[in-house]
């Protein structure tokens, strides 16, 4: 199963370096427009970043267990959400990937606003439980777009019915894999995340 989940994301590199790009812009263009007028950042915290400390709320108001099972569902729902919803021609994929792009860049320029050494923080947040996390949402972008694209503009020699099988065949492949990283993602981010943060945070 691991060989051909590597040999689908070869075969799909050009969409996951499209989804990566997507991703990068949203978070370049985020910092960007902070940097240039800082007081949108009270507009981004009230609407971004307020959804996401609710639902650290929710994923570290309990049991640690639970937090997890919360933590994996929700993004379960969000990658498949990406996936299935590319059929609207790719547009949801790609405003998935700019819009959490714009979240990170904003949680990066808060960062540099409030700690004179931003970036050990930023890696020690995000990087443990990142590096399984985002390569999962970035597979689920890529083949949302890939859905949208070839819905309207099936591969040469294949038509429309067949060219969505094979999509879709690829997608059950790639599934398993992302759940899995989405597992040890939420994993990381309950159980070792906090007790590594707990070393930069100023006390």
Not at 131 to 157: D, N, Q, R
Request: charged share 10%.
């Amino acid at each position: 199963m691991y060989r051909q989940f590597l040999m689908t994301i070869l075969n799909n590199r050009s969409w996951l370096i499209l989804a990566s790009l997507f991703f990068m812009g949203g978070t370049l263009l985020m910092y960007t427009a902070l940097s240039d007028d800082p007081l949108l950042l009270p507009m981004m915290e009230e609407t971004a970043l307020t959804m996401l400390k609710e639902l650290a709320e929710q994923v570290f108001g309990g049991h640690p267990l639970r937090g997890v099972a919360i933590l994996f569902l929700n993004n379960i729902f969000a990658s498949l959400q990406v996936i299935v919803l590319g059929v609207f021609l790719g547009i949801v994929p790609l405003f998935s990937a700019m819009a959490n792009g714009a979240i990170l860049g904003t949680v990066v320029f808060q960062l540099t606003q409030e700690f004179a050494r931003p970036l050990p923080l930023l890696l020690a947040g995000i990087l443990p439980h990142g590096v399984f996390e985002i390569p999962a949402f970035l597979v689920s972008v890529a083949f949302g777009l890939k859905l949208g694209y070839h819905l309207i503009f099936p591969l040469t020699g294949h038509n429309r019915h067949s060219c969505l099988k094979g999509i879709f065949k690829e997608i059950s492949i790639v599934l398993p894999i992302i759940f899995l990283l989405l597992l040890l993602a939420a994993l990381i981010e309950v159980f070792i995340t906090p007790s590594i943060l707990a070393f930069f945070i100023p006390r």
